[in-house]
């Protein structure tokens, strides 16, 4: 099994910025995707970004040019650099991380989440 830790929310005014990490641990594992997505009440857990083993990033329409998604094969880790902070960037934000081992099929793993607030 892989296991997750999150780090990096809290509350800031809008226009402010907040980084975000997410750290991998386990036994003999290999990272495919990595990703961040958010969840607000009462709506449903969206992507955020994500980014490839090869590097490739992709970015929901309403967070491109704001965020920026970045990871570090050595650490098994993901951030989630975000700028320019909207009230509606407020939500739980979730790590998701591809991962498999050399006898495995591809699976999962799931983030406990970290709160992000934008609010004055």
């Known amino acids: 099994q892989v296991q997750l830790v999150e780090s990096g929310g809290g509350w800031v005014q809008p226009g402010g910025s907040l980084r975000l990490s997410c750290i991998a641990s386990?036994?003999?594992?290999?990272?495919?995707?990595m990703g961040w997505y958010r969840q607000a009440p009462g709506t449903d857990r969206d992507l955020v970004a994500v980014?490839?083993?090869?590097?490739?990033?992709t970015y929901a329409d309403s967070v491109k040019g704001r965020f920026t998604i970045s990871r570090d094969a050595a650490r098994n880790a993901v951030y989630l650099q975000m700028n320019r902070l909207k009230p509606e960037d407020t939500a739980i934000y979730y790590c998701?991380?591809?991962?498999?081992?050399?006898?495995?099929?591809?699976?999962?793993?799931w983030g406990q989440g970290t709160q992000v607030i934008v609010s004055s």
């Open positions: 998701n991380v591809g991962w498999r081992t050399i006898i495995s099929k591809i699976t999962d793993s």
């Open positions: 386990g036994t003999e594992f290999i990272v495919a995707d």
């Open positions: 980014v490839s083993s090869g590097g490739s990033t």
